[in-house]
T-cell receptor, first 116, second 116 residues
Framework: EPEVTQTPSHQVTQMGQEVILRCVPISNHLYFYWYRQILGQKVEFLVSFYNNEISEKSEIFDDQFSVERPDGSNFTLKIRSTKLEDSAMYFC??????????????FGPGTRLTVT | RKEVEQDPGPFNVPEGATVAFNCTYSNSASQSFFWYRQDCRKEPKLLMSVYSSGNEDGRFTAQLNRASQYISLLIRDSKLSDSATYLC?????????????????FGKGTKLSVIP
């Protein structure tokens, strides 16, 4: 069964450093998402991406965040200057289509980001 | 404000028991509804989509009541492997401006422990 994959599984970085989290969505999926989950809290939407552009973003997704699909398979989330409060699990997700009868998103295993 | 509320839990039930999870959502214009399960420090995994007519998948039954803005999940004959946190998830669909919204909004989840 196809899966979303993410690398690395755990990233430790110092405050102020840039990090790039990588995702390979399911191969025939066209819509991609990033979510995050701070330890003990609910999963929160960050951004959605389709046709090489951001289609929607949340208030969390400020100028420090960016997303990119650099090639036909990878989807990346960059945080330019990490803060302590960016420490969280970051999940990538993908879906095949967006119509409301079958908008099912499948999640990758996550990258645990620890900012020290 | 768009909110998804769930029973706080935790639920501790013996093997073989029937357990019910409830969820309410704040926006009557919501389009799509899902139950995900999340094991500790893992990604959310799609359990089932919830359709207006209700749907069943083996031991799992999901119901939707749009008038009451209420979703439920019933697990019959619970197994040890059902132990997880169950997340109620809503997609709000089109926002007031008419633009499509495909972000998922998660509840905080209800933790289930099935005891031998």
């Amino acid at each position: 069964e196809p899966e979303v994959t993410q690398t690395p599984s755990h990233q430790v970085t110092q405050m102020g450093q840039e990090v790039i989290l990588r995702c390979v969505p399911i191969s025939n999926h066209l819509y991609f998402y990033w979510y995050r989950q701070i330890l003990g809290q609910k999963v929160e939407f960050l951004v959605s991406f389709y046709n090489n552009e951001i289609s929607e973003k949340s208030e969390i997704f400020d100028d420090q965040f960016s997303v990119e699909r650099p090639d036909g398979s990878n989807f990346t989330l960059k945080i330019r200057s990490t803060k302590l409060e960016d420490s969280a699990m970051y999940f990538c997700a993908s879906s095949r289509r967006r119509d409301f009868t079958a908008h099912e998103q499948y999640f990758g295993p996550g990258t645990r980001l620890t900012v020290t | 404000r768009k909110e998804v509320e769930q029973d706080p839990g935790p639920f501790n039930v013996p093997e073989g028991a029937t357990v019910a999870f409830n969820c309410t959502y704040s926006n009557s214009a919501s389009q799509s509804f899902f139950w995900y399960r999340q094991d500790c420090r893992k990604e959310p995994k799609l359990l089932m989509s919830v359709y207006s007519s209700g749907n069943e998948d083996g031991r799992f039954t999901a119901q939707l009541n749009r008038a009451s803005q209420y979703i439920s999940l019933l697990i019959r004959d619970s197994k040890l492997s059902d132990s997880a946190t169950y997340l109620c998830v809503v997609n709000w669909g089109f926002v007031d401006s008419g633009a499509g919204s495909y972000q998922l909004t998660f509840g905080k989840g209800t933790k289930l422990s099935v005891i031998p």
